[in-house]
Nanobody, 127 residues
Framework: QVQLVESGGGVVQAGGSLRLSCKASGRTFTNYGMGWFRQAPGKEREFVAAISWSGGSTYYVDSVKERFTISRDNAKNTVYLQMNSLKPEDTAVYYC????????????????????WGQGTQVTVSS
């Protein structure tokens, strides 16, 4: 069983930064892509960023490009989301997830492509 535990959320003023972490249990982390999603109150969960199993490829939703950076440390079974220049519209619960295909050639950007999810961490950006 794979467990994902997010941390690093909090309250920050607009323009500030936060770094989210997601630590995975088990030995299968290295062979799977990882993703970050978010869900704001009253809205559907949306894709934020994805990283390939090797870390060599990344993809972002347009609204966070140039502000967010996804990275991974396979030795620590951890994926990160560095969030800079935060805006009030970034307020949401952020979830990390593990791809359900081993060494997927393309990055997964849809929620159905992910099997395991963390419990979420709240990010609140005040104006």
């Amino acid at each position: 069983q794979v467990q994902l535990v997010e941390s690093g959320g909090g309250v920050v003023q607009a323009g500030g930064s936060l770094r989210l972490s997601c630590k995975a249990s088990g030995r299968t982390f290295t062979n799977y892509g990882m993703g970050w999603f978010r869900q704001a109150p009253g809205k559907e969960r949306e894709f934020v960023a994805a990283i390939s199993w090797s870390g060599g490829s990344t993809y972002y939703v347009d609204s966070v490009k140039e502000r967010f950076t996804i990275s991974r440390d396979n030795a620590k079974n951890t994926v990160y989301l560095q969030m800079n220049s935060l805006k009030p519209e970034d307020t949401a619960v952020y979830y990390c997830a593990r791809d359900n295909v081993v060494r997927r050639p393309q990055l997964a950007i849809y929620s159905y492509q992910y099997t395991y999810w963390g419990q979420g961490t709240q990010v609140t950006v005040s104006s």
